[in-house]
T-cell receptor
């Protein structure tokens, strides 16, 4: 069964450093998302991406964040200058147009720890 | 204001019993979708079930069913014949409208299935 993959599974970085989180969505999917989950809290939407551009973003997704689809398979989230409060699990998700459900398939997540 | 409310932070159920996890939602959009995801301790997000706002019948997927009460704006998840492997966090989520597909999650309910 096709699945969304994410690398790395765990990233430790120092405050102020740039990090890039990588995702490979399911190959025939068209919509891509990043969500984050701070430990013990709910999952929060960051950004959605369709047709090579951002289609929607939350107030969390400020100028420190950017997304890119550099080739036909990868989808990346960059945090330019990490802060302690960026420590969280980051999930990539994708979906095609499967009837009406738009079920989003989630990757296993990248746990980001900012020290 | 919270779009998705899950009022039960924690629930216990005995193996083989049924359990209902509550979810209420708030939207003025006539077109929306409701999702339930399971998050085991390993952290991944597993899609369980979907209900569209125009669906006439309650959704079912194996041991999972969604008790959709539109007038009350509730979408409770019912797990029948609980198994030890059902112990996990359960998140209710909603997407609104037809142009935005971002999911808005509730805070989750932690379910523990006991022998």
């Amino acid at each position: 069964e096709p699945e969304v993959t994410q690398t790395p599974s765990h990233q430790v970085t120092q405050m102020g450093q740039e990090v890039i989180l990588r995702c490979v969505p399911i190959s025939n999917h068209l919509y891509f998302y990043w969500y984050r989950q701070i430990l013990g809290q709910k999952v929060e939407f960051l950004v959605s991406f369709y047709n090579n551009e951002i289609s929607e973003k939350s107030e969390i997704f400020d100028d420190q964040f950017s997304v890119e689809r550099p080739d036909g398979s990868n989808f990346t989230l960059k945090i330019r200058s990490t802060k302690l409060e960026d420590s969280a699990m980051y999930f990539c998700a994708s979906h095609g147009l499967a009837g009406d459900s738009y079920e989003q398939y989630f990757g296993p997540g990248t746990r980001l720890t900012v020290t | 204001a919270q779009k998705i409310t899950q009022t039960q932070p924690g629930m216990f159920v005995q193996e083989k019993e049924a359990v209902t996890l509550d979810c209420t939602y708030d939207t003025s959009d006539p077109s929306y979708g409701l999702f339930w995801y399971k998050q085991p301790s390993s952290g991944e997000m597993i899609f369980l079930i979907y209900q569209g706002s125009y669906d006439q019948q309650n959704a079912t997927e194996g041991r999972y069913s969604l008790n959709f009460q539109k007038a009350r704006k509730s979408a409770n998840l019912v797990i029948s014949a609980s198994q030890l492997g059902d112990s996990a966090m359960y998140f209710c989520a909603m997407r609104e409208g037809v142009s935005g597909y971002a999911l808005n999650f509730g805070k989750g309910t932690s379910l523990l299935v006991t022998p």
